[in-house]
């Protein structure tokens, strides 16, 4: 891992007593020897109808949220900062959550974003909060996701790879999943493991076809087992990943790593992902998305290079919404 010259933690409400995993990001921060920006944005919409009613004007309102939001931020960063944090603060109206998260970790040349995971209802069991999901999608930078208030002392980093691609994944992806965790576990003096989750998708085919017996079911899969476990011992050998922390599991990523992270007490995954696009990808998601509700622990979600930047630099500011007639216009 690089060094880390600065971390943006994004803060989801300001106002709330016990900012558990605020201080949690910040204990990360400062063992690895980052400042830190607290961040929050003001996404809520603003309904200009409400103006005569309160006497006061879109400006006003602005200033006064702005104000408020940043003397509470202010107060967790001058916290900090008597514990040894290097710590600034920083509010702004901006919208949607998420992207309002990356284009600020943009502006300060952020090398990490931090963020709680969300809690409350999802649209489906498999898939993440919308801002939690949007985030890992448009960042550009790793995103560290925290799931729980544990803390990290001496961690376990496990690292997901896909050496035989079949989950399409660049090769380069998982050069850089074994930089960032390996890079990781030695700044924080704990242990990286390496994993590779694979149950042949040719072997699920074949298994589905009442023409292939048993016996050549079986040889098969052997054969694509061992073509998988020389690939995966190649790629951490070049890693210098030591055998005894070399995991090669024959099932499914989204069963196979939340099942090693929970056997090995893993506080962090490190895993990669590549944004899809349309329809298919709400549905079905990536790998890193279908997984993360099942993960016990932190993870962190790392890019290939030269990801494609998806956000627009300029903040788009207050959310204005206008006065809404009183029946329904006549089409």
Not at 233 to 240: G, L
Request: overall charge positive.
């Amino acid at each position: 891992m690089d060094a880390i010259r600065r971390i943006l933690i994004a803060v989801k409400n300001p106002d709330r007593r016990a900012q558990r995993g605020v201080q949690k990001a910040l204990r990360i921060a400062k063992r690895l020897g980052a400042p830190v920006e607290l961040f929050h944005a003001i996404s809520d919409p603003v309904f200009l109808e409400l103006e005569p009613l309160t006497g006061r004007t879109v400006a006003e309102i602005k200033q006064e949220a702005l104000q408020l939001r940043q003397a509470r931020l202010e107060r967790i960063a001058s916290l900090a900062r008597k514990n040894g944090h290097k710590v600034t603060s920083h509010v702004a109206w901006d919208f949607p959550p998420h992207e309002a998260i990356e284009r600020r970790a943009a502006a300060i040349r952020a090398d990490l974003i931090v963020a709680e995971c969300h809690e409350g209802r999802r649209l489906k069991p498999w898939l993440m909060h919308l801002t939690d999901w949007e985030l890992l999608r448009v960042s550009t930078r790793p995103v560290l996701l925290l799931k729980n208030q544990r803390d990290w002392r001496g961690p376990v980093v496990l690292g997901a790879v896909d050496p035989s691609h079949v989950h399409a994944k660049p090769g380069q992806l998982d050069n850089i999943i074994v930089e960032q965790g390996a890079g990781l576990s030695r700044a924080l003096r704990g242990r990286f493991e390496l994993m590779h989750a694979n149950f042949p998708a040719d072997f699920a085919l074949r298994m589905a076809d009442p023409a292939v017996d048993a016996a050549t079911l079986d040889v098969i899969y052997k054969s694509m087992m061992a073509r998988s476990k020389a690939e995966f011992e190649s790629f951490a050998a070049k890693a210098r990943v030591p055998k005894a922390r070399r995991h090669l599991i024959g099932t499914e990523p989204e069963f196979a790593i939340p099942h090693l992270a929970r056997k090995l007490s893993a506080d962090v995954v490190v895993m990669g992902a590549v944004s899809r696009s349309g329809l298919k990808r709400v549905f079905i998601g990536n790998t890193a998305e279908r997984i993360l509700e099942k993960l016990p622990c932190d993870v962190l979600v790392v890019k290939p290079g030269h990801f494609p930047r998806r956000v627009q630099r300029v903040p788009r500011g207050m959310r204005l919404v206008p006065p809404q007639p009183l029946m329904p216009l006549p089409v």
